[in-house]
């Protein structure tokens, strides 16, 4: 890695500490319940419909967000990125109503949208000798700022503020870091300024049962730790008879099973080839999901947090990122916006499925689901020697 761009890379992690709380702050309960009584609603949970507009946000711009990342290069994605996060997370503050929290939320996306399709490429062009190393580095930002949430709300409380504060300081901290981006160096992109549409690229992309097989674990990867965040708790409660007041023990298990396979995994992917977590980790994840669907204790509720944080939540949808961007270096941009947009795609449909569904039902679907994708990424290894062949071909070419 050239030291000319260390700032550069600790700017766009930054990033993602700040969209750590940005991605969770309407989850915290504290802050549910003040923008209830800001909106006027009777119903907290009436508030997770906001959130929902994020993935909405997500799946208009990406289409459009990786081409402009390949395009332009990866500074003036960021740039827009971080202005955008600024409307969100100030705006989620000080909405008057669930109109204006929805729009700023739908911006919320967007600016995830072109943070990924600008921040994934860059740092794997900058840490190119460990690209699963660069993405999971992301992820460990959002954990550390998902893990510290607690101590953030507690200082906010601690200081009498009112606790929309906390995003408007998130947002001001973003903006700072979309300023910083203006003048920090990035590596020029190969394709800078020849890169055409979303559409175009994808007509000269050559496509392979294996790429879409990749993309599609970008779905299955993020149902498996979505499910289990938005079910966990509440099966643990309702089934295995966690009293309530304990019952949120499950978050901090799932966090530092998190941080440690992102410590741990940085080690071992330089030791293996990156590919074969993709069959490993859901392989982990599959069988803690049908030991807490059998068992059902509180015990095993704790374990099987800690250790879906560690095999779901740990880097699997980054590193599958990383293997599609090695095996479309010219458009990286464009393949990230794919994973992501399979990514997006389950966070609207399989949660909205889910909220229809018992607890129980759900950790079906979870095992279902993550089934899949193991089978998914078994089809990727057998074939990926010949996957990565023709990528170095084609880059040549």
């Known amino acids: 890695m050239d030291k000319k761009y260390i700032p550069s890379a600790l700017v766009l992690y930054l990033n993602y500490f700040i969209h750590g709380i940005g991605c969770s702050i309407l989850s915290q309960q504290v802050v549910k319940e003040m923008l209830a009584s800001q909106w006027g609603l009777k119903d907290v949970m009436a508030v997770t419909s906001i959130a929902a507009a994020l993935g909405l946000g997500r799946l208009i711009s990406l289409p459009f967000a990786g081409p402009l990342s390949d395009k332009l290069g990866r500074r003036l994605s960021v740039i827009i990125g971080c202005a955008s996060y600024v409307i969100f997370l100030v705006g989620i503050a000080f909405s008057p109503n669930t109109t204006i929290a929805y729009i700023a939320a739908v911006l919320g996306g967007i600016a995830n949208s072109f943070l990924d399709t600008a921040t ?3 740092v794997t062009e900058i840490i190119y000798k460990y ?3 660069a993405t999971m580095g992301i992820k460990f930002f959002i954990s550390v700022a998902q893990l510290l949430m607690p101590f953030f709300l507690g200082v906010v409380a601690g200081t009498s503020m009112s606790y929309l504060m ?3 300081i998130a947002g001001v901290c973003i903006g700072i870091m979309g300023i910083l981006a203006i003048f920090a160096p990035f590596p020029a992109t190969s394709e800078a300024g020849k890169s055409e549409s979303f559409i175009s690229n994808l007509k000269n992309a050559h496509f392979s049962i ?5 993309i599609l674990i970008g779905f299955t990867s993020t149902a498996t730790f979505q499910l289990w965040l938005n079910c966990a708790q509440t099966f ?3 089934i295995a008879k966690i009293p309530s007041q304990n019952v949120s023990v499950m978050q901090t298990y799932y966090s530092a099973g998190t941080m440690v396979a992102l410590f741990v ?8 080839k990156q590919v074969r ?26 374990v099987g947090a800690f250790v879906i944080g560690y095999a779901a939540a740990g880097g699997v949808l980054q590193m599958a990122t990383a293997v599609v961007n090695d095996l479309f270096p010219k458009i990286k941009g464009t393949i990230t916006s794919l994973v992501m947009i399979a990514s997006s795609l389950c966070n609207y449909t399989i949660l909205t499925a889910a909220a229809k569904m018992t607890s129980t039902n759900v950790i079906m679907m979870n095992i279902v689901i993550t089934a899949i994708g193991i089978l998914l990424a078994l089809f990727v290894n057998v074939r990926y020697g010949v996957l990565l062949k023709n990528a170095e071909e084609a880059s040549k070419n």
């Open 236 to 238: 643990g409660t309702e």
């Open 210 to 214: 294996e790429s879409i097989a990749l």
């Open 265 to 272: 995994t940085s080690v071992l992917i330089t030791k293996f």
């Open 166 to 168: 906390l995003p408007v």
């Open 120 to 122: 994934y490429p860059a």
């Open 131 to 133: 690209t699963g190393i």
């Open 277 to 302: 977590f993709l069959v490993i980790y859901p392989a982990i994840s599959l069988v803690m999901l049908a030991l807490v669907y059998i068992i059902k204790t509180p015990m095993i509720c704790y």
